[in-house]
């Protein structure tokens, strides 16, 4: 009589608990796998459809098709918010602004005098002060730029209307604000990537865990099938539908519950704003890839793990004896941690690949040698102590240190990462390009020369209206050259008249009129001065003639200042021909309690023209390194739940291996205390041990890398969760390791 496979795998399936309670586990792992592996492969799209609605906001003039409107994009900020401002023309007179194409969510190209504001900056405009902030888009708002429009739903954006020809010659010139493509956020595919191996490793962990809770019994079962008359390949088939059975069901589960998981990972704030949902909504093809491959993978690892009971059932339950590994093993490590440190100290375009190759390579490469560790453990367990329970752990590591070490590969994966990237971001952002001669509050336009004076006036008069008081000046832009790539922004400047602005004292004025260097190695160095373009850098070969000889050149030394803390200040009498320069800056000094004011009027003054100022930089360099270390310590989170979860299911799983030999020890008298703080030792060591040797192999490794820029790690409360994680997956780990051996005792003679 023939018999279906696949029936009789469901009749047993239905009859044995403990098989369908490891469906059931085994179906909860993968159902959290395929919940946040779905998640964090959409998050590169994500950001790819959340740059192109924005990619509008940021023209490029190609000259391929004929311009129609002139597009002039600055940054600005309100408090501690970025705020877009595009000030927009038609490029010729003759051109009507309803001929001109927007994207979508913008209702149409405003009128001269006209202003369409995002629905958050409109709400924020009417709750501030007018001079705080309504004061810098001076126009009717007409419409209410859509979510279609913008990068995230909180974005503060306003679209300003100009009159023909009165935006900057630099604003580019485009046939319209059409949607292009977006670019891709560099950022957020390291995160995505580094999320992808530091919560897959331990889902796949939890997926083996939970499917262990009846590997031991499965093999005897089938091979009892086998010897009954039972083919390899119904053998096979049965063991595969156990298997797709619980792949289903948790790749049904993770995709149902991903949604949720959405929600919530759309409330994570990233480049200043929360996702949209429909941001991180897989594509269909996506989803339908992943309903393929988890399931398929799934039954692909169960078909893997019962080869031998189909091949050989006598065979099947035997004991597995552990071999000492071959001590040409620790040459992997060494050699990856030898290409990590090349790469680190090595420069050229080979020296990113090597460093991202060792850095892969290395956690990778200690899994070679992580049976003999746990072996070693195990070891020192049977000689520093002397207790039953710490001589019973220390015997079952070594019996089979390659599962005591394969359960907790996925934790020391992931606290390695997470300990590197945390070390790699425990030090401050450093000093941002276009570091000068004023202090983080002072504000600054930048304009060609031509301007300065009377957008300086404009905005003295301004000032005095309002009864702000503050230090106007407009100060030359330079740019002094030192050997190699060496460069500082200068500000060309009286130094009596650079005081005010904070940066220069009065006793770095004394003597004759010269070239100020403070920082970046400005004692190795034989400058010149050239002329700073409008592009941000300088005119090769434009250089600008000094009044004397190269003794003008005077170092200022900073206390405490790091190196890369450059600035230059050149005195205009040091200058032969001042006037050759051809690009400037207006400086305005601000206190806490006129900031927001003065850069209304300083907008007002010169629209469609950047303010800048050091402490804005700096925030924007400082959100985005706080959110990266939130994406670390999230992702570290939730693989620590993922690898507690893991370690719990494979601390019960090892003592439902062991049920006969436990029942054994209890009938002959042992005690169940003994056993039990064995089995806690056993399972809460190995993977608390594991973690603080992961802990301080990350943070010599991001240390390593830090010293490629003469950086040092920053202790910190961030470089402790990486331990704290771990232990508190060996905890969970311990903690179940109880209960399961009190269930096994129970019974003491019972079979498996």
């Known amino acids: ?233 119904q053998v096979t088939a049965m063991a595969a539908t156990g298997a797709a059975v619980a792949g289903v069901l948790g790749t049904a589960a993770g995709l149902v519950a991903g949604a949720p998981l959405r929600a919530l990972a759309a409330l994570v704030p990233w480049r200043d704003g929360p996702w949209s949902p429909d941001d991180l909504a897989p594509p269909g093809p996506m989803t339908l890839l992943v309903a393929v491959l988890v399931p398929l993978g799934v039954v692909t690892a169960s078909v893997v793990g019962t080869r031998r009971a189909a091949r050989s059932p006598w065979g099947s339950a035997g004991e597995r004896r552990w071999e000492r590994p071959s001590p040409w093993r620790w040459v992997a490590p060494v050699l990856a941690l030898a290409v990590l440190l090349w790469g680190v100290n090595a420069s050229g375009e080979h020296a990113l690949p090597l460093a991202v190759l060792g850095l892969v390579a290395f956690p990778l490469s200690v899994s070679l040698v992580g049976p003999s560790l746990a072996a070693a453990l195990g070891g020192a367990f049977a000689r520093l102590w002397r207790g039953p329970a710490a001589l019973l752990a220390g015997r079952r590591l070594l019996a089979d240190p390659v599962g005591a070490y394969r359960a907790g590969a996925g934790l020391v994966l992931t606290v390695f990462l997470a300990s590197t990237t945390l070390t790699l971001l425990s030090n401050p952002p450093g000093p941002t390009s276009g570091e000068r001669p004023v202090a983080d509050s002072v504000l600054t336009v930048d304009l060609p020369s031509t301007r300065a004076v009377p957008i300086a006036d404009a905005v003295r008069t301004g000032l005095d209206e309002r009864g702000i008081e503050a230090t106007v000046a407009v100060a030359g832009l330079a740019t002094v050259a030192g050997h190699g790539l060496a460069r500082w922004d200068a500000l060309v400047l009286p130094c009596a008249e650079a005081v005010p602005f904070g940066r220069v004292s009065s006793g770095d004025c004394a003597g004759s009129p010269a070239v100020l260097l403070a920082g970046g190695g400005a004692a190795d160095v034989r400058p010149r001065v050239v002329r700073h373009s409008a592009g941000g850098g300088h005119l090769a070969g434009d250089q600008l003639a000094l009044a004397g000889a190269d003794h003008l050149v005077r170092r200022v030394e900073r206390d405490g200042a790091p190196p890369a803390e450059g600035w230059a200040l050149v005195d205009p009498s040091a200058l032969a021909d001042p006037g050759a320069l051809t690009e400037a800056a207006v400086l305005v000094t601000t206190t806490s309690g006129t900031r927001e004011a003065t850069r209304g009027v300083l907008g007002g003054a010169a629209p469609g023209l950047a303010v800048d100022s050091g402490a804005q930089r700096r925030a924007v360099a400082d959100q985005l390194h706080e959110e990266l270390r939130w994406a670390a310590a999230l992702g570290l989170l939730g693989a620590g739940l993922l690898a507690g979860c893991g370690a719990a299911l494979s601390a019960a799983g090892s003592i439902t291996d062991r049920r006969r030999t436990i029942g054994a020890l209890v009938a002959a008298g042992a005690s169940v205390r003994a056993l039990r703080r064995a089995s806690r030792l056993e399972a809460a060591v190995p993977r608390l041990v594991a973690s603080l040797v992961a802990s301080g192999a990350g943070f010599l490794v991001g240390a390593a890398v830090l010293s490629r820029w003469d950086l040092a790690p920053s202790p910190n409360g961030w470089l402790v969760l990486p331990v704290a994680v771990g232990s508190l997956a060996a905890m969970v780990a311990a903690a179940t390791a109880g209960p399961a051996l009190r269930s096994a005792s129970r019974e003491p003679l019972a079979g498996r």
């Open 1 to 233: 009589m023939r018999v279906n496979a696949v029936r009789l795998a469901l009749r047993v399936l239905v009859a044995d608990r403990r098989a369908l309670v490891a469906t059931l586990l085994t179906a909860l792992g993968v159902a959290a796998t395929t919940a946040l592996i779905t998640l964090l492969v959409t998050l590169p799209s994500a950001a790819l459809d959340r740059s192109a609605r924005a990619a509008w906001q940021h023209p490029a003039d190609d000259g391929a098709r004929p311009a129609r409107a002139l597009v002039l994009t600055t940054p600005d900020v309100v408090g501690d918010r970025a705020i877009t401002r595009i000030d927009v023309a038609p490029a010729r007179g003759d051109i009507s602004p309803d001929t001109i194409p927007v994207p979508p969510g913008v209702p149409r190209f405003p009128e001269p005098g006209e202003v369409l504001m995002s629905s958050a900056l409109a709400e924020l405009a009417a709750d501030l002060p007018y001079q705080d902030l309504a004061v810098r888009f001076d126009g009717e708002v007409v419409g209410t730029v859509e979510e279609a429009a913008l990068a995230h739903p909180d974005q503060l954006l306003a679209l300003v209307g100009h009159e023909p020809g009165t935006l900057p010659a630099f604003s580019a010139a485009v046939p319209g604000l059409a949607v292009h493509g977006g670019e891709p956020d560099l950022p957020l595919l390291a995160v995505a990537g580094l999320g992808v191996v530091a919560l897959g490793v331990p889902c796949l962990v939890l997926i083996a865990s939970a499917a262990r809770l009846a590997a031991a019994r499965r093999p005897r079962r089938l091979a009892a099938f086998r010897l009954s008359g039972a083919t390899p390949w």
